[in-house]
């Protein structure tokens, strides 16, 4: 199963607590009563604890055991405050917009990761894409070694050949909307290691309109250079580009048109220009295609951070929340 029992073993040895920042959304209750039964991580349910209770008892979920937070009744919310208003001084902001800002579960999540409450979150199941980011952008921010929170979807569905599962991993679909070249390689890198925690062997493509220099444009050269760079940022992984799209993944075609590339044809991993491109391209595949998609799994963050399709149902909560504490 691409790899959810290698997560689940491995945090059933180190297990961790992820924040919900919807509560009382039944998804987030079936989910979190899953995760309840099993022993490898805790969920911390934001909200008030009468409402999430009387959603669990209506939609038959036991949720016995599990950590209720009330944003509006938190015993630690004049630390939270000092600490939200030290980490936005350079924002100018108040105590008063500090708390404020706190009310909304998405910032107040946020803030229960940063002080260490919790190891990671998972919100979005009624927040848009930017409302669960944008706090993680302000307050956990980029790690010391990268300089872009970026993004990838983790497409799966089962191999031709009826032998396990095709694993595809895409990026940037959700989060840059222009990266340049330097972005893309370090989006490269990090969807890479992504692609690791799914047991991916990868191949990499700067996909674009062209293969090789067979067409012209500022675009091409974009992905062209960015492919020189990362090749040369990194020379263990095999890397291609720029590709179009059946060149990076059909044998014949690939061949035909970068012959002798050991990835034309065989790529598993695809970066994309930009987020047009992208978005288009993971629903494209997730609808026509049938491939499930996980994401977007955010990359770059100090901790795990992760935004669900407000489309999502229980299962999908279930699985991003292991996906999520396994980046922890
Ligand atoms: C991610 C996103 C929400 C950030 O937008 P925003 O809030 O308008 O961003 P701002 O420019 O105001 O920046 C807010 C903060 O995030 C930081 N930031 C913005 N983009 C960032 C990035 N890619 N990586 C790291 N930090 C980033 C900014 O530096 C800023 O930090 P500061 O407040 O400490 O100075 C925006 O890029 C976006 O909307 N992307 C597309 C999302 C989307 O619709 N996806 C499709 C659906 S899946």
């Known amino acids: ?20 920042t919807e509560g009382p959304d039944p998804r987030i209750l079936d989910a979190a009563s899953r995760l309840l039964k099993d022993d490898f991580l805790k969920p911390i349910l934001l909200g008030n604890k009468e409402e999430i209770e009387a959603v669990a008892k209506e939609n038959g979920y036991d949720i016995t055991g599990a950590v209720i937070i009330d944003p509006a009744n938190y015993d630690k919310m004049d630390e939270m405050v000092d600490c939200l208003c030290e980490l936005r001084k350079k924002k100018g902001m108040t105590p ?50 990268n300089t872009i929170v970026s993004s990838c979807f983790i497409l799966v569905r089962p191999a031709k050949d009826g032998n396990g599962n095709e694993i595809l991993a895409l990026a940037d ?24 925690i799914f047991g991916m062997d990868p191949k990499v493509a700067f996909l674009s309109y062209s293969t090789l220099g067979s067409g012209k444009g500022e675009d091409v050269d974009k992905m062209r250079n960015a492919t020189a ?27 035909l048109k970068a012959k002798g590339s050991k990835v034309a044809g065989y790529a598993n991993t695809f970066i994309f220009p930009d987020i047009n491109a992208g978005n288009i391209g993971y629903k494209l595949s997730q609808r026509l295609g049938g491939f499930d998609a996980y994401g977007p799994i955010l990359l770059g963050l100090n901790a795990p951070i992760n935004d669900l399709s407000r489309g999502c149902n229980g299962d999908e909560v279930y699985s991003m929340a292991i996906i999520t504490a396994a980046q922890a």
């Open 1 to 20: 199963m691409y790899n959810f029992d290698g997560m689940i073993g491995q945090l059933k040895q180190n297990p961790k607590s992820i924040v919900f």
């Open 96 to 145: 008063e917009e500090a708390r404020k800002t706190l009310a909304k579960s998405n910032y107040f999540g946020t803030m229960l990761v940063k002080m260490g409450v919790a190891d990671c979150l998972l919100g979005g199941a009624t927040y848009s894409t930017a409302d669960t980011v944008r706090p993680a952008l302000q307050i956990i921010k980029t790690k010391p070694e």
């Open 173 to 196: 679909c959700a989060i840059n909307l222009y990266p340049n070249e330097d972005q893309l390689v370090e989006i490269c890198g990090e969807t890479v290691k992504c692609g690791k």
């Open 229 to 255: 760079k990362a090749k040369e940022k990194y020379p263990e992984l095999p890397i291609e580009g720029e590709l179009q799209f059946d060149a990076a993944y059909c044998p014949e075609v690939g061949q």
